[in-house]
Nanobody, 116 residues
Framework: VQLVESGGGLVQPGGSLRLSCVVS????????MAWYRQAPGKQRELVAA???????NYADSVKGRFTISRDNAKNTVYLQMNSLKPEDTAVYYC???????????WGQGTQVTVSS
């Protein structure tokens, strides 16, 4: 199973980015998908998750600003990030967990930097 993230970069405060994660090697629709992030010197934290039925949950720090979505036809999960803040700066990781086997796989991460 492989997860490949893209869409990170440098953005000014208040700006937007959309991260994508393409999954291969598994039946995408059978996997719970999530985005995590890790800032320098901090532990990795859950940002958002989406179940196989489309239910979502978010970290309190991103509610109302970030939106997670999935396209099962494209084997892709997205993270739309709006109203970005400097504290959103981190490496963002895509993760999948199979809904039955609980097998878990991570992507390599993509850097998001919010700075003026």
């Amino acid at each position: 199973v492989q997860l490949v993230e893209s869409g990170g970069g440098l953005v000014q405060p208040g700006g937007s980015l959309r991260l994508s994660c393409v999954v291969s090697g598994t039946i995408f629709s059978n996997n719970i998908m999530a985005w995590y992030r890790q800032a320098p010197g901090k532990q990795r934290e859950l940002v958002a998750a989406i179940t196989t039925s489309g239910s979502t949950n978010y970290a309190d720090s991103v509610k109302g600003r970030f939106t997670i979505s999935r396209d099962n036809a494209k084997n892709t999960v997205y993270l739309q990030m709006n109203s970005l803040k400097p504290e959103d700066t981190a490496v963002y990781y895509c993760s999948r967990t199979h809904k039955w086997t609980k097998e878990n796989t991570w992507g390599q991460g993509t850097q998001v930097t919010v700075s003026s």
